[in-house]
C-alpha cells in the first residue's frame, strides 16, 4: 500500500511489510524508471529498497547538464530512505534499459555497504533474465571508518 509520494511521480513508501514479494518490488522499480530523468544517457533505471522494517523506497535516476551532479537510482532510493528514519535494508530491486540485468555502479556499492554490507540485490534485464547478487560479493573490501556510534548520532 502506498502511503507516501505521488503515484507514478517519485518516490513511495510502502508499509506492506516484510512479506512484500519480490515481484511488487520490481514494480515499484518499474513506475520509478518510468519517472527517470535521463535526457543525457537515455539510461533510465529505477530501483526498490527495501527496509528491515518492510517499507519501501523507490528511487529514479536523475541527470544534470553538469554530469557529476546526477545521482543513480540505488543512491536516490537510498537517500529517501534514509531521510525517512531507516537505517538497516534487506533487499534492492533494480530494473533498467540494459539487456542484461545491471549491476549497481561502484559508488552505489560503497553507499548501500554503509547500511547493508550482505543487502541482497536482485536486477532485472530487458532480455527477461534476472540476476542476484549479494553486496558483499559485489563489493568484498568496503571503505569504513571505525566509528561505533554512527547510528546513534
Ligand atoms: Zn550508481
Known sequence: MVRAGIPGRGNFVSDA???LSTRSLRNVAEDARRNAYAPYS?????????SSTGNVYGGANVENASFGVGICAERS???AAVTAGERDFAEL???SD????AAPCGVCRQ????????LRIVSHGMNGQTA????????PHQFKLDEPNRFTE
Open 42 to 50: 537515455h539510461f533510465h533505471v529505477g530501483a526498490a529498497l527495501r
Open 93 to 95: 530491486v533494480l530494473v
Open 77 to 79: 532510493a537510498l537517500v
Open 132 to 139: 542476484e547478487w549479494s553486496l558483499a560479493d559485489l563489493l
Open 17 to 19: 511489510g516484510a512479506a
Open 111 to 118: 553507499a548501500l555497504s554503509e547500511f547493508a554490507p550482505a
Open 98 to 101: 540494459a539487456t542484461e540485468p
